[in-house]
């Protein structure tokens, strides 16, 4: 079990995470840049020292800033991977993977051939590191964090440099090593792939607090409790990432999501549309002006619809509504719905369901920098 | 010309200069890693009133440093008493007493170049032993220290060369004692004040090309470096 009751502020910026977690299997944190994922992960890992609050693994206190109580991260083994893989210059590969292990002191972990094969090191042994690709130094990031014997394996968008090919060949041998040696996985991801892959439990954090989880077979209370308005796109709207087609009549802009069309008015302020099909748009639509359909529908006059595939469903919150966790094109989001209409039948997890829009979305212009989330 | 000759051939200068430049440093890598390395860590209050201390040589006259010493040496004072109770000789006027000074006057040259290649040190990777399990010592010795040995060398050479250099502090803390505190500098200064031009001239010649030599070579060890770098 981990327990987190953290508070940590730098300028303009606070984190609040109160959250109990079991102690096995995986949790996914997924939403904007800037939201704190890192700095949770951080926390957890023993690099924070300045953070308010507890942190109790196991039952263990690692950190506790009423008691003056601070475990160091070697005794914690809460293993960070960094998404800047952080491998030690001076040292080879062979080297770099042997830092960890040579300083288990006792714990059981993944044995070395095991690793080595899994993650494809055997032609990377005698490089030196900086001649590594970045997907080649995740790799050996990897490799060389579960050669540590980690307690608990903490991944900061770990896949991110790989490429598709070695994800789908490397995200179930992780998913399996974790399992055989009952290693938890707590990860940052943006990636639809890696949350199926490692059967993680989602939880989508902004601005520095967890607003929102998928957890299905959830117990506790909740605190923190769901983001209660989802009204504004700008600041709760759900945005994602598509190809600009044209100009529709009445001036709303045409978008490509996957293969649905959605129709979008520009938002006010929002910078000029290159008139150029193909080019990366970031669009947004509000998740309560959004009509659910289990198939494709026909004969609907809408603006347009997504496909969307169901990642989870949390029903704790019962009378109020469900929390769907949505994925689109690899991209995740959450969406509140009322249990009154879901109520005949409960769409069922891995079912696509598409999104028929009764207003307009919104898009910001040409944001190959991503737009704002 | 035989007396020129002979005192020519007088090189115990040299001896004690070398002697004295190689002990001082050894003993300040002993006390400067250590504190180099806390001044790169710490976020203690009292650390810029440690790297003021530290940095004093560097603007301090060296009469002043050296009047200091003198009266702590004395062994009126406890430092002096002390030294004389276990080695039975004063530090003041001997090879003891200069290298204290040499080594309280090179500090900076020491600690500085230490100090900066420690905190160069990305935080990155030191945070990546921490989670991996080593603890600060360990990482220390496996990852700052490593990385750092450019720091290392550079601390070394300045740290002699400037122990070399070394004039007032040891005019006024050993005086000018044949074969026991009279280093090349002062040998100069005794010459050019008998009116021995030729050894002046032999031993300012050899100290100036061994200066040379030595920042030539550490300038072309971290070209070298740098310019490798920056291939990649």
């Known amino acids: 079990m981990l327990e987190l009751q953290v508070e940590i502020s730098f300028p303009g910026f606070t984190l609040s995470v109160s959250e109990t977690w079991p102690a096995k299997g995986s949790v996914a944190l997924f939403g904007p840049s800037g939201a704190g994922k890192s700095t949770l992960l951080r926390i957890i890992a023993g690099l924070e020292r300045s953070a308010a609050g507890q942190v109790r693994f196991n039952g263990t206190c690692w950190q506790d800033s009423h008691t003056r109580t601070f475990i160091p991260p070697p005794q914690r083994r809460a293993v960070l991977v960094f998404q800047d893989s952080r491998l030690f210059p001076h040292l080879n590969v062979i080297r770099n993977l042997h830092y960890g292990m040579t300083r288990r002191r006792g714990q059981e972990g993944p044995d070395w051939e ?3 094969s899994s993650f494809q090191l055997h032609d990377l042994l005698d490089r030196r590191t900086e001649s590594l690709s970045g997907g080649e130094k995740q790799r050996v990031a990897l490799g060389r964090a579960l050669l540590a014997a980690p307690r608990l394996l903490l991944l900061d968008e770990p896949m991110s440099a790989l490429d598709t090919d070695r994800r789908d060949q ?29 059967g993680a ?29 989802l009204g504004d796109v700008s600041e709760h709207g759900v945005w994602l990432a598509a190809r600009f087609v044209g100009i529709a009549q009445g001036g709303l802009v045409e978008c490509q999501l996957g293969d649905e069309t959605v129709f979008a008015r520009r938002s006010t302020g929002s910078c000029t549309i290159a008139e150029k099909p193909g080019s990366q748009i970031r669009v947004g639509f509000d998740p309560r002006a959004v009509v659910l359909a289990r198939d494709p529908p026909s004969g609907v006059f809408s603006y347009g619809r ?14 109020q509504g469900q929390l ?46 991503g737009g704002a989330d | 010309m035989d007396t020129n000759w002979l005192t020519m051939t007088d090189l115990s200068s040299v001896v004690v200069t070398l002697k004295l430049a190689a002990s001082a440093t050894v003993v300040l890598m002993v006390i400067s890693i250590p504190l180099a390395w806390w001044l790169a860590v710490t976020h203690s209050r009292i650390k810029p009133f440690v790297e003021a201390l530290t940095a004093l040589p560097l603007v301090l006259p060296p009469t002043v440093f050296g009047f200091y010493l003198l009266i702590l040496f004395n062994p009126q004072f406890p430092i ?25 006057h090179s500090l900076p040259f020491v600690v500085q170049p230490l100090q900066n290649s420690f905190e160069n040190v990305g935080k990155g990777e030191i945070e990546a032993a921490a989670v991996l399990g080593a603890h600060p010592l360990d990482i220390f010795a496996s990852v700052t220290a490593p990385l750092a040995k450019r720091g290392f060398l550079t601390a070394a050479v300045l ?12 005019l006024m803390v050993g005086g000018n004692i044949p074969e026991r505190t009279r280093v090349i500098s002062i040998d100069i200064y005794t010459s050019v004040e008998t009116l021995d031009y030729a050894r002046a001239h032999l031993l300012s010649l050899g100290t100036l090309i061994f200066a040379f030599v030595t920042l030539l070579t ?7 470096r740098s310019g490798r770098n920056r291939a990649f």
């Open chain 2, 80 to 104: 002096g008493a002390f030294w004389l109770r276990m080695s039975g000789d004063t530090l003041a006027f001997s090879f003891s007493g200069i290298l204290v000074a040499t080594v309280l």
């Open chain 1, 306 to 319: 997504i496909k969307a595939n169901l990642i989870s469903v949390d029903e704790s919150r019962g009378q």
């Open chain 2, 218 to 224: 550490l300038y072309l060890i971290n070209f070298g």
């Open chain 1, 201 to 229: 439990e989602a939880m989508k954090m902004v601005q520095g607090k967890i607003v929102s989880r998928a957890w299905q077979d959830r117990t506790q209370q909740d605190t923190t409790g769901p983001a209660k308005s």
């Open chain 1, 114 to 116: 095991h690793v080595i």
């Open chain 1, 324 to 369: 769907l966790c949505l994925s689109v094109n690899g991209e995740l989001f959450t969406m509140e719905m009322s249990g009154d209409v879901l109520r005949p039948s409960l769409p069922t997890v891995g079912e696509p369901l598409y999104l028929i829009l009764s207003q307009p979305a919104v898009t910001n212009g040409i944001a190959e920098t």
């Open chain 2, 159 to 170: 740290g002699f060369a400037h122990s070399v250099g070394e004039f007032g502090v040891i």
């Open chain 1, 170 to 198: 490397l995200l179930p041998e992780l998913a399996r090593l974790c399992d055989q040696f009952a290693i938890p996985v707590i990860c940052v991801t943006h990636s639809e792939l890696e949350l199926r892959e490692l």
